[in-house]
């Protein structure tokens, strides 16, 4: 044993081979040849090189943690090269630069493992589990195996550039709500089948959609559908529009509703250009405050033929191919007019036969025409017969013309 003034320092080379290095009881260190063991008790461990550097201390100076406590550290300090500065900063304990410090959703005073790599790579860990950290570079993952990750809580991912996902088979679960925002454009390609289950409503709000289907649309709606246009609504379809209603079908037009039906198979002997078949029950075509008007010939305007019920009860028939002739029904009776003469019979039975300026002009073979039911003489007339012969005093009629 050697040993300096009084009992330290101490050097003590012991029987068995044991040497035992020391100042202090707590500051030695003990080389065992069982196991070839090293064996070293301090109070603080400082190790110096030209490399860099580790330290393991106790503050024994700081007391905020109390009386009785001594904040531990280790740090260990790496560098690139001997005459630079650390690249590689490693502290674990209870590390003074972080002491008034936390990581994300962590409590202050925490950290108790810090891991710096020329502080572009930085990580913390708290002694509750929680981490955080920051890279200023890429990062490779490759697994050959299974991969699992279980997030108890929240979980968050921000990603600024493009995110890019490529996976053999995909398969997302979303036990209860689920939201994407899109503040760019979306695109969506689907190289197979789709297929969409929704159990609940849906709403979507858009600006503008345009659909474009290579192959068949089949939509099948278990309940009610109900669709809404603000703006217009189109349909242009290359061949036939079918539609197949199993109930009822009802339309509300709140403008105008124009249907143009150009029989592109006419020239090819196709004569039907509009078919409505009804199986059973009326047809009703009901025009409340203006007229109902049934055309036909190159214009609506200038028709050669002509069907109208005005809102009065007045009905007409006109054929305007040539001269007009006209067949007119109203609350006063019927007239028939060409313009060679008209017929009319008011709701009293007066008949009017004649030239509205020149009344009872009718041609007769008979001399004395009579009613062959009653042999009552045919009233209504100033002039009856071949020849001219005067007869009985004409009686004015009651029927009013509704003509438009």
């Not at 053999?168 to 679960?173: L, V």
């Not at 008011?346 to 020149?358: H, Q």
Request: glycine fraction near 14%; aromatic fraction near 6%; hydrophobic fraction near 35%.
């Amino acid at each position: 044993m050697i040993s300096g003034p009084g009992s330290e320092p101490f050097v003590i080379l012991r029987k068995g081979g044991s040497l035992e290095i020391g100042s202090t009881q707590f500051c030695q260190r003990i080389y065992l040849p069982l196991q070839d063991t090293i064996r070293e008790f301090f109070g603080n461990l400082e190790q110096h090189a030209s490399g860099g550097s580790l330290s393991w201390k106790s503050r024994t100076d700081d007391d905020s943690h109390g009386s009785a406590k001594d904040p531990v550290e280790f740090r260990l300090r790496v560098k690139e090269f001997s005459d630079s500065d650390p690249m590689v900063d490693i502290g674990l304990g209870r590390i003074a630069a972080e002491d008034g410090e936390s990581v994300l959703n962590g409590s202050v005073g925490q950290i108790v493992g810090r891991v710096l790599i020329n502080n572009n790579y930085q990580v913390w860990i708290d002694k509750d589990g929680n981490c955080q950290r920051v890279q200023e570079g890429s990062e490779f993952v490759s697994l050959n195996g299974k991969k699992v990750e279980y997030v108890h809580s929240d979980f968050f991912q921000q990603v600024r550039g493009i995110a890019s996902v490529n996976y053999g088979i995909r398969t997302a679960e979303v036990q209860r709500s689920d939201t994407l925002l899109v503040k760019g454009s979306k695109s969506t390609v689907v190289g197979g089948s789709l297929t969409e289950t929704i159990s609940g409503p849906v709403t979507r709000t858009t600006g503008r959609v345009v659909e474009e289907f290579k192959g068949a649309h089949i939509k099948k709606v278990q309940g009610d559908l109900d669709q809404t246009a603000t703006g217009t609504a189109s349909i242009a379809t290359g061949a036939d529009y079918r539609e197949k209603v199993g109930g009822n079908t009802k339309e509300i037009v709140g403008g105008k509703k124009e249907v143009v039906i150009t029989n592109a198979q006419w020239l090819a002997g196709e004569d039907v250009g509009y078919s409505l078949t009804v199986n059973a029950g009326e047809i009703n075509v009901h025009s409340v405050t203006s007229e109902l008007r049934l055309t036909v010939g190159v214009t609506g305007e200038v028709p050669f033929g002509e069907i109208t019920i005005t809102p009065t009860g007045g009905i007409f028939l006109r054929s305007m191919l040539g001269e007009l002739a006209e067949l007119e029904l109203n609350p006063t009776g019927v007239r028939i007019t060409t313009p060679a003469g008209e017929f009319s019979m008011d709701l009293a039975g007066t008949i009017f036969m004649g030239m509205a300026s020149n009344p009872g002009a009718v041609v007769t073979t008979l001399t004395h025409p009579v009613d062959f039911v009653t042999g009552a003489p045919i009233l209504g007339c100033v002039s009856v017969g071949a020849g001219g012969v005067p007869g009985p005093a004409a009686l004015a009629s009651t029927f009013v013309s509704e003509t438009i």
